[in-house]
């Protein structure tokens, strides 16, 4: 992978400069840990680092956050402002002072790989350069802290998810969805290291943290043999797990979809709309193309026209936007476009 089209211009890398390489031997992994420096909020140090590092544009930090595009550059600002005024050393941590950084380093590391699981925007929709690089990084963390148990959860899960990365795409780059994916192409060997890391995880920790539940979940589907025989009560439970720990709208949005498939669309629904109001979610076409599946299987066709309908305007994905116009069409029985 090129740097410069990765992680961001050679200006804005030597914004951070390390001096010293102490027990990391990945330029990259050095400057994000020397740039999530404590001095700075969580939330500014992921957006500082995913802008100067990860390659990402402030746009698609905004959409990964749920926040508005000027809320992030206002972050990176006040983080550059911070740095300077506090005259902060850019130093790699110390073993002692790494676990203050270990969850800022994460999120990055994690962001990284979503951007390219399923791009933001563009006309593809991955971007299987940043899943490589964002799973390199996450494996040379694991050896640098072997210990820590979140880490083996963070590789497992992205282990999980690129082994249906082949199953992803059709023959014309069209996203295949999950419960769709012929999982003969699953590569078994990713799905294997995941597992093992994942065990790995579940031995030095209990109970689990964030990255660890995702891949726990993400182990579901990856021992279902077909999409019929997938836990989805299990599925659930480790959904509630998550949902606790992070407060977060979007596990929120995943659970309801799990809850859909363990005790029916109904059930599922209920759920999505106690969320329409949620504001980190408005704006979001997730929402609306959730809530078009359950209409959609409970035959209430005309409603789940407008969802899929609303949540293509949304999208700003030239391939999930195609997707989600065919199932806005499936569902109007049309010959053309909605």
Same mark, same amino acid.
């Given at each position: 992978m090129q740097s410069d089209a990765t992680t961001g211009t050679s200006a804005d890398r030597h914004e951070i400069e390390a001096d010293s390489d102490e027990g990391v031997d990945d330029e990259l992994l050095r400057l994000i840990l020397i740039a999530c420096h404590p001095v700075l909020s969580k939330e500014a140090r992921v957006a500082l680092t995913l802008r100067l590092l990860g390659g990402l544009t402030t746009d698609q930090i905004a959409r990964a956050f749920l926040v508005p595009e000027t809320t992030i550059a206002q972050r990176i600002v006040r983080a550059k402002r911070t740095l300077a005024e506090a005259r902060v050393p850019f130093e790699i941590p110390r073993a002692e002072d790494l676990a203050d950084r270990l969850p800022s380093v994460f999120e990055v590391i994690y962001l990284i790989f979503n951007e390219g699981y399923a791009a933001t925007r563009g006309k593809d929709w991955m971007r299987l350069e940043l899943c490589e690089e964002a799973l390199r990084l996450a494996r040379i963390l694991a050896e640098r802290v072997p210990d820590n148990a979140e880490v083996h959860g963070l590789v497992a899960l992205m282990e @999980?998810? /690129? /082994?249906?990365?082949?199953?992803? &795409? #059709?023959? /014309? #780059?069209?996203?295949? &969805? &999950? &419960?769709? *994916?012929?999982? /003969?192409?699953?590569? *078994? @060997? @990713?799905?294997?290291? #995941?597992?093992?890391? @994942?065990?790995r995880a579940e031995a030095l920790a209990s109970p689990l943290g964030p990255y660890a539940l995702q891949a726990a979940i993400a182990a579901c589907h990856a021992q279902a043999r077909s999409a019929d025989e997938t836990d989805w009560k299990k599925i659930v439970a480790l959904y509630d797990a998550l949902v606790e720990i992070t407060q977060s709208p979007l596990v929120e949005l995943n659970r309801a979809i799990a809850v859909g498939m363990a005790f029916g669309a109904e059930a599922g629904l209920e759920l999505i709309d106690a969320l329409t109001d949620e504001p980190a979610l408005r704006g979001y076409h997730l929402l609306p193309s959730v809530r078009g599946d359950l209409l959609s299987k409970l035959g209430r066709v005309d409603e789940a026209y407008k969802e899929f309908g609303r949540a293509a305007v949304m999208a700003q994905n030239v391939r999930e936007r195609e997707l989600l116009l065919a199932r806005a069409k499936a569902c109007a029985g049309e010959t053309g476009p909605p």
């Open positions: @999980l998810h /690129s /082994s249906r990365a082949r199953a992803r &795409l #059709g023959p /014309s #780059g069209e996203p295949i &969805l &999950l &419960l769709d *994916q012929d999982r /003969s192409r699953w590569d *078994q @060997l @990713l799905v294997h290291r #995941g597992l093992a890391a @994942l065990a």
